[in-house]
């Protein structure tokens, strides 16, 4: 079988070697970007005037035949065509003749695959931002239920200070607003079409890159011919963000994951995201939890897949860059499937009301309280906290708790102390009076869910 660049050629390769050097196995889902770059480049050339209207229309029906055959999954490709451009190129000339031959006028598959996997992952950039804002918007739901609710705060996994469920809930949702504010800002450096630079030094032919960049909606285009058709950026930065969504979405899983064991019990997982053992009939695992936990190294691996494969390569095209695919495919599969299945265990999730606040008055996080109780009476801070740790030493001893001491024995510590200091110390009152912007309090959190909502309102619109 002749290949469509063959003519330099006195060799054919063996069928293996063809298998090797094949990407249509992976690079056939940029079928329906090739098709529409191919339609706008047609245009351009007949706009230009390079191929007539006869052969143009020929060309446009063709393409927008295949397109719906692609569509319903009609389209038989082969490895001897190499890749997605020339198995189209290839069904385009059986379909509708000699004129086929004439869509690769001005072109190169060097601009023709950065222009598709430009146009993919722009789409798929605009996607994950809508996964984003459903997850987010689960997160909203679950933290104007439970603003009043009051869970432990933990630094070093070590009980801290009690906080809303609600705020502690709405620390992921500004990391998601963050991935999202990223992927909406990589779109500037995806949003840039290489199509016209050629193999790499441009073409010959008078083609007009403005009307193929207004067809396929690009809002810039490539400058340096060099540059456009060797420029992976756009796709180290797509996985780059992808990692840091994956990093955020483990963090608050193994939060899940812990909260789920009966050493915290402050929430249950659906049956719907979690297994069950094949030996252990008790267990409930939340291998969902676990899996997107799991995945982000798969999506850091394509990160850093691609950055290695780029670091050595010359200007311009390098074989090596068939290679950059298949990271960015599975990153968007997976990126996408793990924000699903968050928002899916957010909207069903059980959260243990009861065993958080047996928790919060079971603990010395109100230690703080204290603290601030004596500075606020004269005592200087330092000397304050020196005087709390021996006070919370003492308790350990005793087996009890700030909130159990007696108020005669509190006035044998330091005289000051009154009945107040026991209102001082319950958790509500610790959580409730932290109103400073951005603080744990019920009314500055609330605040926080407004603005909240507007981001995502913004950015749903």
């Not at 000051?416 to 603080?439: Q, W």
């Amino acid at each position: 079988m002749k290949k469509l660049w063959g003519g330099r050629f006195s060799k054919q390769p063996e069928e293996w070697v063809d298998e090797f050097g094949a990407s249509i196995s992976f690079d056939k889902q940029l079928a329906t970007h090739d098709i529409k770059g191919s339609l706008a480049h047609a245009k351009m050339l007949f706009q230009s005037g390079i191929i007539d209207e006869s052969a143009y229309e020929n060309i446009k029906n063709g393409l927008q035949d295949l397109q719906v055959q692609e569509q319903e999954g009609k389209l038989e490709y082969s490895v001897k065509y190499e890749d997605i451009h020339l198995n189209l190129e290839k069904l385009l000339t059986d379909q509708i003749g000699p004129d086929g031959g004439k869509l690769h006028t001005a072109r190169s598959r060097n601009d023709q695959v950065a222009t598709d996997f430009h146009l993919f992952v722009k789409e798929e950039t605009l996607v994950i931002i809508d996964h984003i804002n459903g997850l987010q918007n689960s997160l909203l739901n679950l933290a104007e239920e439970h603003v009043e609710t009051i869970i432990p705060g933990y630094t070093h996994l070590q009980r801290a200070q009690p906080v809303s469920f609600a705020h502690h809930v709405l620390a992921y949702f500004w990391m998601l607003e963050r991935d999202k504010e990223r992927l909406q800002d990589s779109l500037k450096r995806t949003d840039i079409m290489p199509l016209g630079a050629g193999a790499l030094a441009g073409t010959t032919f008078p083609i007009d890159r403005n009307i193929t960049m207004n067809e396929l909606g690009f809002s810039k285009k490539y400058l340096n011919s060099l540059d456009a058709v060797s420029d992976r950026d756009f796709a180290i930065e797509f996985c780059s963000n992808a990692s840091m969504i994956m990093m955020h979405l483990s963090r608050f899983c193994e939060e899940l994951i812990l909260w789920s064991s009966e050493e915290f019990g402050f929430i249950e997982i659906s049956d719907s995201f979690t297994t069950g053992s094949s030996m252990m009939p008790q267990k409930k695992n939340p291998d969902m939890a676990e899996l997107i936990r799991g995945k982000s190294g798969r999506v850091y691996g394509s990160l850093l897949s691609l950055l290695t494969l780029m670091k050595g390569l010359p200007l311009a095209y390098n074989k090596d860059m068939q290679e950059d695919k298949e990271p960015v495919f599975d990153a968007v599969k997976t990126v996408k499937g793990c924000l699903s299945i968050m928002t899916g265990m957010m909207n069903e999730i059980k959260i243990n009301e009861d065993r958080m606040n047996k928790a919060v008055h079971q603990d010395f996080s109100n230690a703080t309280e204290l603290a601030d109780y004596l500075a606020k009476n004269g005592i200087p801070f330092r000397e304050a906290h020196e005087l709390v740790g021996q006070m919370v030493l003492n308790c350990i001893k005793k087996g009890c708790y700030l909130l159990d001491i007696s108020l005669e024995e509190y006035k044998e510590w330091c005289p000051i102390v009154e009945e107040d200091l026991y209102v001082a110390l319950s958790p509500k009152t610790a959580v409730e009076k932290r109103n400073s912007e951005g603080g744990t309090g019920f009314q500055a959190v609330r605040q926080q869910l407004e603005a909240a909502k507007s981001a995502v309102y913004i950015s749903s619109n």
